[in-house]
Each structure stands twice: as C-alpha cells, then as structure tokens.
C-alpha cells in the first residue's frame, strides 16, 4: 500500500468549497496522529499511531523505469455525500460530518470527500475516520498545524 496523504492543495480547495476546518492545517494534526514512521516522527509525520509507514526501498533503476512506463491518472472516484455548508444544496453531511437534516446519522468515509482529489485516497480517508472520531465523540479538535510544505509546480494549477 503507498501512503500518500493528499496533495494539500485538495483539502485547501475543500475548505473554500466550504468544508469548514477541513483546511491542511485543520486535517495534518489527524493525519499525524495516525501514523508510526520508522524514520521517527516530525511537523509532518507521526511516530506513534496505528499505521505504520516507513520509506519505500526503491534503489534498484528498474523501479523508476518501470514506473515512469506504468504510471497513468487512475483517479479515485469519491465524494457522493459532500461536506457542506447546510445551505449547500449539492451538500450531504455537515462539518461534523451530520447528514444534513436528519437528527443522528454521520457519514465518515471517503463519499465525503468534497470533490476528487489529485492523489490516493486511503491516507486521507483514514485521516477523515481519525476527525470523525473525535466529532462523534465531542473532542476539541486538535491545534492547527502550521507546518510549510511541498507544492510540484504541475499541481498548482488544478488537478492531474
Ligand atoms: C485494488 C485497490 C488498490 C488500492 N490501492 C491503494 C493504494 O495503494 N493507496 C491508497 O491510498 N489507496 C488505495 N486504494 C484506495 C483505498 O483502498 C480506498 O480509497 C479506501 O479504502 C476508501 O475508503 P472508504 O472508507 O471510503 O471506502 P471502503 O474502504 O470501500 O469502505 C466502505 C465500506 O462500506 C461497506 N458498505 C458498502 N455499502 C454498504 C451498505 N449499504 N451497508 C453497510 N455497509 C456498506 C463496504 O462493505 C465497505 O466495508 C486502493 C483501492 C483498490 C480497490
């Protein structure tokens, strides 16, 4: 399984598309407490949640020939029950993540994403379970992060 995080870039579009606190600097926190890194934690990795990550070996040259030869845009179908503003008529769940209009139903998965993101899904995904979590269980959300990161220049633009 590769554990890609996101593009943070996504979770920024989310926010303006209205998923309040769904911001990078709002999810990073969540994302961190899911992970053990082999390599030890920092503003971006955490070193001591369920899901432990570590560095990929890829030193033999045929990895990188075969996954420049391999690589396609599969996209990752999500986001049928959105995060919204309730005025939202296109919204289904709130940003707690409460189907908008019924009284004790969530939905915590992928289907909330607010639209396609640009890379994997399961790092994120795990990430809007770890939110979820404290939502339901009426936690204060964890402080913002403020930690710098890394754009590619092919993606400032919109989505691969
Ligand atoms: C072959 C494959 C390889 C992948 N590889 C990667 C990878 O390398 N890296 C990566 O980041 N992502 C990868 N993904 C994507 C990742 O697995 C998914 O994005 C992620 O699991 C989505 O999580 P989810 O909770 O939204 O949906 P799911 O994991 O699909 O969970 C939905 C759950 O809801 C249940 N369900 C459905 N309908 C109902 C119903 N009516 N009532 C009750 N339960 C229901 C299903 O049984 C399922 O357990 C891969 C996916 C596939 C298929």
Redesign the pocket.
């Known amino acids: ?4 995080r996101g593009n943070p870039l996504d979770f920024e579009r989310w926010q303006d598309e209205g998923a309040g606190r769904w911001g990078y600097a709002n999810v990073l926190p969540f994302s961190r407490r899911a992970e053990a890194r082999d390599e030890g934690g920092d503003a971006y990795h955490g070193d001591s949640g369920p899901l432990h990550t570590r560095h990929g070996n890829l030193t033999n040259p045929m990895h990188a020939a075969w996954t420049k030869a391999a690589a396609e845009a599969g996209y ?1 179908p ?1 986001g049928t029950c959105r995060i919204g503003r309730t005025d939202d008529p296109l919204a289904v769940v709130d940003s707690e993540l409460k189907v908008i209009g019924l009284a004790a139903l969530r939905v ?4 909330v994403m607010p639209s396609v993101t640009t ?7 795990i990430m ?2 770890e939110k979820g979590a404290d939502h339901i269980m009426g936690k204060p959300l964890l402080a913002t992060a403020n930690a710098e990161y890394h754009i590619a220049d092919s993606l400032r633009e919109g989505q691969r």
């Open positions: 399984m590769v554990y890609i990752h999500c915590v998965d992928s289907s890379g994997n899904l399961n790092a994120p995904t809007i379970g």
